[in-house]
């Protein structure tokens, strides 16, 4: 028994060394120019403890890759065994927030633990990417949800969104909505039940709409305001959005260069090396650096996509299908908020904004997604 385990592991770790070099190459650029990018714009400055934000970035991503091989190697049909204890967990987490929970930047969204904190709203996602796609793959609908279905499966997103809209975070109150939306748009809702639903929804969504909007703080709706006109109030809430636009387009072709930029490095635009990030690599590096960025997060989600498509069976195909929509959610958003085009909502840009929960758990995802693949590979 002993010789026999012994033998699958070994063949597990030869298609793991041997597989997708690529992603790996892929996955170093994108973080190398996370921690420089922040390197830039905060140097030596130190956050909450004595470290600074680049070494502490970089302490990050050795946990999340860490992870990463942790959840690339685990078998993720054994991982989906436990899908919803670890929903419950994460819900347990998530509600513990708004009674335990630290405050920061007018929100309170972190947990902690001595100096370590981290933020629940992170982690459920891998809690219902999971509990979603155990749900489904045991019960997949033929021929599309219906009724009954949607509303059950729905449950599973009602807790989290309110608790994470109430802390108050809307970008990833959405960001775990993408997860759901993601799976659903593959199954499909059944072709009468598509007409209903649209017919709901519409009659729905003003009650809806009020709810978010009545849980969202102040300065949530000024920056929803504007967006449209950020002129209307240069000197506040349209300040981010204005100082980003002179950052992304003083740029130009080839960018001021490392550590030259004057918008990032003189400090006008705030949360640099959080949300804004884009912004200092559009400065530094310009348009070719941009377009160089976005080669590398479009090879890795044609990757991901890849995996979706190939899934020996249906739990790993929507495992794929959510990972990849919600990084797909992150990039488009973030860059769109830099760039004026969609309201600021806090979103940041996966693997290269400043955060440790974040990083964690898009390198665990990641991790998620080769072991999709591998598994198809073996025999």
Not at 147 to 152: E, F, T, V, Y
Not at 155 to 173: N, S
Not at 342 to 352: E, N
């Amino acid at each position: 028994m002993f010789q026999e385990d012994w033998k699958k592991t070994m063949a597990e770790y030869r298609v793991l060394s041997v597989y997708d070099k690529l992603l790996f190459l892929l996955l170093f650029f994108i973080l190398a120019i996370g921690v420089l990018s922040i390197y830039s714009v905060t140097g030596g400055t130190l956050g909450r403890s004595a470290t600074p934000f680049y070494l502490k970035q970089i302490s990050w991503i050795v946990v999340g890759w860490t992870v990463f091989l942790v959840m690339a190697w685990v078998d993720y049909r054994e991982i989906a065994r436990f899908a919803f204890p670890i929903y419950g967990l994460t819900l347990l987490l998530l509600v513990l927030v708004p009674i335990a929970g630290r405050t920061g930047m007018g929100a309170r969204r972190w947990l902690a633990l001595g100096s370590f904190s981290f933020q629940p709203s992170e982690l459920v996602k891998i809690g219902l990417l999971l509990a979603l796609a155990k749900h489904f793959s045991d019960d997949y609908p033929n021929g599309g949800l219906d009724l009954k279905r949607l509303l059950i499966s729905g449950t599973f997103l009602v807790v989290p969104f309110v608790f994470i809209l109430k802390q108050p975070d809307l970008g990833t109150a959405l960001s775990v909505s993408t997860i759901f939306i993601s799976m659903i748009f593959v199954i499909g809702l059944r072709s009468r039940f598509l007409i209903y639903s649209f017919l709901i929804s519409a009659m729905l969504s003003p009650f809806i709409g009020q709810f978010v909007w009545n849980n969202l703080k102040e300065y949530q709706k000024r920056r929803l305001f504007t967006f449209m006109n950020p002129m209307e109030d240069p000197t506040g809430t349209g300040y981010q959005i204005i100082q980003s636009k002179i950052a992304i387009g003083s740029g130009g072709l080839f960018g001021k260069g490392f550590l030259e930029g004057t918008q990032t490095q003189l400090k006008f635009l705030p949360e640099r090396h959080t949300d804004f990030i884009f912004s200092v690599l559009a400065e530094q590096w310009g348009f070719l650096g941009v377009f160089v960025l976005f080669i590398l997060f479009f090879f890795v989600m044609l990757w991901g996509i890849d995996v979706a498509v190939k899934a020996k069976d249906t739990l790993g195909s929507l495992l794929a299908v959510g990972i990849i929509g919600l990084l797909f959610f992150y990039f488009f958003v973030n860059v769109g908020m830099t760039l004026g085009v969609m309201p600021v909502v806090g979103v940041p840009l996966p693997l290269i904004s400043y955060g440790g929960s974040a990083m964690v758990t898009t390198l665990a995802m990641l991790g998620l997604l080769l072991n999709i693949k591998v598994r198809r590979l073996m025999r």
